[in-house]
């Protein structure tokens, strides 16, 4: 007996969906852009040691907006970034409630 039921992320519209599209974009591109940073200001290795902190500083944010936003029966779903991100805005900043 399987009595699942997947919740998709809540319907967010105007300044709500753009964060959600904000907070996504910095969680999957920053190591990226970091790295290209360094690399152009300092050096190859040094933009890559840069970016794979910034890997693992993404990573743990990513994991912790996930804990904090996504109900607690489908934490073991693997969820995107930007559905991590719809999550968290939704709950945390807009409040929009589940009815």
């Keep these: 007996m399987n009595n699942f039921i997947y919740e998709s992320p809540p319907p967010l519209n105007g300044k709500c969906k753009i ?3 904000i907070i ?3 969680l999957t591109f920053s190591p990226l ?3 290209l940073y360094i690399w152009l200001k300092y050096d190859f290795w040094i933009g890559t040691a840069g970016g794979l902190l910034v ?3 993404s990573g743990i944010v990513t994991s912790k907006l996930r804990i904090i936003s996504i109900p607690l029966d489908q934490l073991e779903i693997s969820h ?3 559905e991590i991100a719809r ?3 939704a709950k ?3 409040f929009i409630a589940r009815v």
């Design 19 to 21: 964060l959600s599209h």
């Design 24 to 26: 996504a974009f910095f």
């Design 33 to 35: 852009l970091t790295f």
């Design 55 to 57: 890997f693992l500083v």
């Design 80 to 82: 995107s970034n930007l």
């Design 87 to 89: 999550w968290y805005v």
């Design 92 to 94: 945390h900043i807009c």
